[in-house]
């Protein structure tokens, strides 16, 4: 179990994003992270993935915990190694790398299972199997998400955090997203999943969790949380 408590953030030690928030993913399950834009979303997975630095963003308060050991002391590269990873919002590939270069990159933690993980990831993504040798800037907005997610996936992690992964593709594409997302879950990955696109991270996740100006405001069965206006609106 992958579990946030009470954790409060701070961007430039002065500006407060996260108010004490919690959640909870368990093993095997798809969980959903919803909110407005500014809610918090990014900097919740910014914080499991231990990225903040980066930002100038610091953890103040509370704990993230995976199996009851806590896991935001340790740096980002320790974290993948210990099954947690994130792909990145705004499909942040290696734009002169090429497809294959990109997910080698993302087993550097995993190195003995290239080959398995290798396998997995071009048995989600046809698209990229045919296609290793190609200038990954040169793929269209929907494959180089699939790869942003492949290249996630290439250290073999418990836990999966996309950051909306949907964002900016057509129907069509969105549909296809969600389709390996459901096929990567029941393969054994669970999967946190930040969305502004609630009608589809709710009719694939069992739980979701609505941020506001870094609050959690709700936090219930994701079936319930389909039939409320509020949340639809
Ligand atoms: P979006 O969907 O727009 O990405 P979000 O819910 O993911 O929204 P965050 O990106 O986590 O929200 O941003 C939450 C708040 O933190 C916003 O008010 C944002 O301006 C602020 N913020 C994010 N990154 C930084 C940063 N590096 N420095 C200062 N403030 C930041």
């Not at 046809?126 to 494959?143: H, M, N, T």
């Not at 996309?162 to 069509?172: I, K, N, V």
């Not at 589809?200 to 949380?225: C, P």
């Amino acid at each position: 179990m992958l579990a946030l408590k009470n954790v409060e953030v701070v961007y430039h030690d002065v500006i407060l994003v996260l108010r004490g928030i919690s959640l909870q993913v368990p093993d095997g399950k798809i969980v959903a992270l919803l909110g407005a834009n500014g809610a918090g979303k990014t900097t919740t997975l910014r914080a499991i993935s231990g990225i903040l630095d980066v930002q100038d963003g610091k953890i103040t308060k509370g704990e993230i915990t995976l199996d009851g050991e806590p896991i935001h002391h340790l740096s980002a590269s320790k974290i993948v190694r210990k099954g947690v990873s994130q792909a990145l919002e705004g499909r942040r590939v290696l734009a002169e790398l090429t497809v294959e270069e990109n997910l080698r990159l993302g087993a550097h933690t995993n190195h003995r299972r290239l080959g398995e993980n290798l396998d997995r990831v071009y048995g989600l993504f046809p698209d990229l199997k045919q296609r290793p040798k190609f200038i990954a800037g040169y793929l269209s907005g929907g494959q180089q998400q699939m790869l942003a997610i492949g290249r996630a996936l290439m250290s073999a992690p418990r836990f999966l955090l996309l950051d909306e992964p949907s964002l900016g593709l057509a129907p069509m594409l969105v549909q296809e997203i969600r389709d390996i997302i459901v096929e990567i879950n029941r393969q054994g990955t669970g999967v946190l999943l930040v969305e502004q696109n609630a009608g589809m991270a709710l009719t694939i996740s069992q739980h979701g969790y609505i941020l506001e100006i870094g609050k959690m405001v709700m936090d219930k069965a994701s079936s319930e949380l389909l039939k409320d206006e509020d949340v639809r609106e």
